[in-house]
């Protein structure tokens, strides 16, 4: 048995973390990782997401084998410290692994102090500014009229914003139909003649008042990306998504003076060099990061308030690949930050409220919250092991699509 380390000089308080642990399940077919975080009372314990479903064992190896021994014996109300600390324990930081590793951790920090003070999370953030988060559905088809159909699903169920995705005949596309089921070629000429007409088509025969979004998933170089850009200008788009990688972020300078199409961008980005100058310099609309790609709550709730300073709206990246936890989490954020903009996130199945119960809810195009202490949110460990994790790559295969000429395509 290891000797916890020397808490703090200030350490007042009795409780102290007693064991973290981390567990693989796959209720909807991807690799979800969970940290749970025990107490030395016995009843008191916290839940985070730690998800990087590309990556998954070598973040469940960071937590295990380095963040466990070092927080072990801490008092879990030490948040911030245990954060910064943690942060800097391997010198080398930024990167995803270690990023998800310290979400999941610090997420379950905050699940416990807020069932230490009987009430949820984004109370501790200083309350509601909503009662609940407007969410976009994800609207695909093989072509502008299934497109329509689809959106009209989401709309009938009372969503006022729809993401809208389209196949491009015989490419890899993203977000639609079978492109997204198969590595192959992609040819970002013939998308970029395609999404135009099909926001053409949306706007002639949907309500007026839905938001339209559009995800370029960063596959386009920068002069694709600013004509695109300004062909989507006469559609009143919400905003377009990801329109250039991380690797040209200088380039979103070029595209923000071309074009009053209002950008979102983030989903990439682990790294505070990265978002820093582009919400600084106010060269996007809306922030995409992933809660727990950045690190957690922690950072995150730092990042909402930067964005409000610059007038830059909220719109965490929250698909599948974020597990029922990470998406309460999220949700802590939307309503309590004053500058939400838009939430992502998906209906998750019968097995995931199973795996997961008291989890948020969808009901008339909103995310809406469990009352519950802390995240609102449980994991049922009998549960998950019923669905045990696919192969590592199992969700790696979207990510393999190369240009005509045979190259290799960011995604």
Same mark, same amino acid.
């Given at each position: 048995?290891?000797?916890?380390?020397?808490?703090?000089? *200030?350490?007042?308080?009795?409780?102290?973390?007693?064991?973290?642990?981390? #567990?693989?399940? @796959?209720?909807?077919?991807?690799? %979800?990782?969970?940290?749970?975080?025990?107490?030395?009372?016995?009843?008191?314990?916290?839940?985070?997401?730690?998800?990087?479903?590309?990556?998954?064992?070598?973040?469940?190896? @960071?937590?295990?084998?380095?963040? &466990?021994?070092?927080?072990?014996?801490?008092?879990?109300?030490?948040?911030?410290?245990?954060? $910064?600390?943690?942060?800097?324990?391997?010198?080398?930081?930024?990167?995803?692994?270690?990023?998800?590793?310290?979400?999941? +951790?610090?997420? &379950?920090?905050?699940?416990?102090?807020?069932?230490?003070?009987?009430?949820?999370?984004?109370?501790? %953030?200083?309350?509601?500014?909503?009662?609940?988060?407007?969410?976009?559905?994800?609207?695909?088809?093989?072509?502008?009229?299934? !497109?329509?159909?689809?959106?009209?699903?989401?709309?009938?169920?009372?969503?006022?914003?729809?993401?809208? $995705?389209?196949?491009?005949?015989?490419?890899?596309t993203y977000g639609a139909g079978e492109g997204r089921k198969r590595a192959g070629q992609w040819d970002p000429g013939a998308y970029v003649r395609a999404i135009p007409n099909l926001f053409a088509h949306l706007r002639e025969n949907l309500p007026g008042e839905i938001e339209l979004i559009h995800d370029v998933h960063e596959r386009l170089a920068p002069p694709d990306a600013v004509h695109l850009a300004k062909e989507l200008e006469p559609f009143r788009l919400f905003f377009l998504e990801d329109p250039l990688p991380p690797e040209q972020l200088d380039h979103f300078r070029?595209?923000?003076?071309?074009?009053?199409?209002?950008?979102?961008?983030?989903?990439?980005?682990?790294?505070?060099?990265?978002?820093?100058?582009?919400?600084?310099?106010?060269?996007?609309?809306?922030?995409?990061?992933?809660?727990? #790609?950045?690190?957690?709550?922690?950072?995150? *709730?730092?990042? @909402?308030?930067?964005?409000?300073?610059?007038?830059?709206?909220?719109? *965490?990246?929250?698909? &599948?690949? +974020?597990?029922?936890?990470?998406?309460?989490?999220?949700? +802590?954020?939307?309503?309590?930050?004053?500058?939400?903009?838009?939430?992502?996130? $998906?209906?998750?199945?019968?097995?995931?409220?199973?795996?997961?119960?008291?989890?948020?809810?969808?009901?008339?195009?909103?995310?809406?919250?469990?009352?519950?202490?802390?995240?609102?949110?449980?994991?049922?460990?009998?549960? &998950?092991?019923?669905?045990?994790?696919?192969?590592?790559?199992?969700?790696? @295969?979207?990510?393999?699509?190369?240009?005509?000429?045979?190259?290799? !395509?960011?995604?």
């Amino acid at each position: 048995m290891k000797e916890p380390l020397a808490p703090p000089p *200030w350490l007042a308080s009795d409780l102290r973390i007693r064991r973290v642990r981390v #567990a693989v399940t @796959a209720p909807e077919g991807l690799p %979800l990782v969970i940290v749970k975080i025990e107490t030395t009372e016995p009843e008191l314990y916290g839940v985070g997401c730690a998800t990087f479903t590309q990556r998954p064992y070598p973040v469940v190896e @960071a937590i295990e084998k380095y963040l &466990a021994p070092f927080i072990e014996g801490r008092d879990p109300a030490d948040i911030e410290d245990i954060y $910064q600390a943690s942060a800097v324990s391997s010198y080398w930081r930024g990167g995803p692994v270690l990023n998800y590793a310290l979400a999941g +951790v610090d997420l &379950a920090l905050w699940d416990i102090k807020g069932k230490l003070a009987g009430m949820p999370v984004y109370q501790l %953030l200083g309350g509601r500014c909503r009662e609940a988060a407007p969410i976009y559905g994800h609207a695909s088809g093989r072509d502008a009229v299934e !497109v329509e159909e689809d959106a009209r699903r989401f709309i009938d169920d009372g969503y006022r914003y729809v993401r809208c $995705q389209v196949d491009v005949a015989g490419m890899s596309t993203y977000g639609a139909g079978e492109g997204r089921k198969r590595a192959g070629q992609w040819d970002p000429g013939a998308y970029v003649r395609a999404i135009p007409n099909l926001f053409a088509h949306l706007r002639e025969n949907l309500p007026g008042e839905i938001e339209l979004i559009h995800d370029v998933h960063e596959r386009l170089a920068p002069p694709d990306a600013v004509h695109l850009a300004k062909e989507l200008e006469p559609f009143r788009l919400f905003f377009l998504e990801d329109p250039l990688p991380p690797e040209q972020l200088d380039h979103f300078r070029i595209l923000r003076s071309q074009t009053s199409t209002p950008i979102a961008m983030g989903e990439l980005i682990v790294n505070r060099a990265e978002y820093l100058p582009l919400i600084r310099d106010r060269l996007i609309d809306f922030a995409r990061m992933r809660v727990t #790609a950045v690190g957690g709550l922690s950072v995150a *709730w730092k990042i @909402a308030a930067l964005c409000e300073f610059f007038g830059v709206r909220t719109a *965490w990246q929250c698909p &599948a690949d +974020v597990s029922p936890v990470g998406h309460a989490a999220t949700l +802590v954020l939307d309503l309590a930050t004053p500058n939400f903009g838009i939430q992502e996130t $998906q209906p998750f199945s019968e097995a995931s409220r199973e795996v997961f119960p008291n989890g948020p809810t969808i009901r008339e195009g909103k995310l809406w919250p469990s009352e519950a202490p802390g995240l609102g949110i449980d994991l049922d460990e009998e549960a &998950a092991k019923r669905f045990p994790p696919p192969s590592p790559l199992a969700n790696d @295969a979207w990510t393999w699509a190369r240009l005509p000429d045979g190259s290799v !395509v960011k995604p």
